[in-house]
């Protein structure tokens, strides 16, 4: 194991969209995350964009730098802390409760997620022109739960 985070976030939207709702607890299989929707199937979610991860210390200094970002407002479905960043990209392993996920690729801003920051610089997210400050995209290699507050193990 190289590091361990924590849990802090579980995001969901029946309807699809943003921006996804709190939960206390998740199943996840290998589609994504039980009680989410996508309505965009083209460009989120199947198989190879199952489940939706975000960093809160970005979210947190995002929001310190006068952003109207909130956990859910970027459609991430986990929230994690305490892993650094630059450690995160594709074919990185994380086990969260009894899921096991692999990171497959960044998460590419759109305009729907405008409004969780000032002036609709939704583009502070793109991996392509600010490294690290990125959410990501992960397949499920283990299907199981998760909840508030289990460990976050990066695997590899």
């Known amino acids: 194991m190289i590091a361990n985070g924590q849990l802090v976030g579980l995001h969901v ?3 699809g969209g ?3 709702l709190a939960v206390n607890s998740l199943e996840v299989n290998k589609n994504g995350c039980v009680g989410d929707k996508q309505n965009n199937r083209k460009h989120h979610g199947g198989p190879q964009k199952a489940v939706c991860l975000f960093c809160h210390e970005l979210l947190e200094h995002l929001s310190n730098e006068g952003h109207p970002i909130f956990p859910g407002s970027t459609g991430e479905n986990v929230l994690i802390s305490g892993l650094d960043p630059e450690t995160l990209g594709p074919g990185v392993v994380l086990e969260i409760g009894d899921v096991v996920l692999e990171i497959t690729e960044d998460a590419h801003p759109c305009k729907k997620i405008e ?6 610089l939704f583009s502070l997210l793109s991996h392509k022109q600010h490294p690290y400050n990125t959410r990501w995209y992960a397949k499920v290699l283990r299907e199981g739960h998760m909840s508030i507050g289990d460990e976050v193990h990066q695997l590899q």
């Open 115 to 120: 409004s969780s920051f000032t002036d609709g």
């Open 18 to 20: 943003v921006p996804k």
């Open 13 to 15: 939207n029946p309807n």
